[in-house]
């Protein structure tokens, strides 16, 4: 097993965590509000060196960090991608990019009766009527991927009329009463915390799928900014 440090920016909760042979050991979180999400992650500095002096106080060597890839805030998640690089580039260490939207679901799945047939949309703020959103199965497989979603009654009405679909994530609220299906559940309280990164981004390091230190952007600022609408990136 290894040790990671996990930091998490993508909403106005900023989180840090440390993980050692699969369990947390440590983790740390701060709110703000909700239409100040850079707020949080101004704390992110102090955050990040009590986790450090934590681990170094145990003599406990790091082996990655792995940060939220987005989508999410511009400011977030540029604030804590850069925190992420400067300590990989610090310390040498490999650097792992975990999904928003595949984050959001790891508390669902380890803390709520999801039937076994149920799909899990997670959603993301977007402002507006718009969400960012996919969608998995409880193996966490991709069957619809990220998109920039204008909800409405039809935008998930073919996986709704088939099976029941779980709703979660500070942009689901909103979209329920417009989705008003019999199969729509919302779950409401599920945040993208650093806590819970651990057992993607395990995975993911031992698998090997590291990022580029010098080269790696978040989901958000390389494949959405160019992309959306003007009014879907003001977040």
Known sequence: MSCILHIETSTAVCSVAVSEDAQVIYHEESRADANHHGAAAERLGTMVDEALSFTDSHAIPFDAVAVSGGPGSYTGLRIGVSMAKGICYGRDLKLISVPTLELLCVPVLLREQVPEDALLCPMLDARRMEVYAAIYDRALKPVRSIQADVVSADTYRQWLDQQPVYFFGNGAAKCMELIAHPNAHLLEGV???????????????????????????????????????????NT
């Open 191 to 233: 945040e993208p915390l650093a806590r819970w990164m651990q057992p993607l981004a395990e995975r993911r390091l031992m698998n090997g799928q590291t990022e580029d230190v010098a080269y790696y952007e978040p989901f958000y600022l390389k494949d959405f900014v160019a992309k959306q609408p003007r009014n879907l990136l």
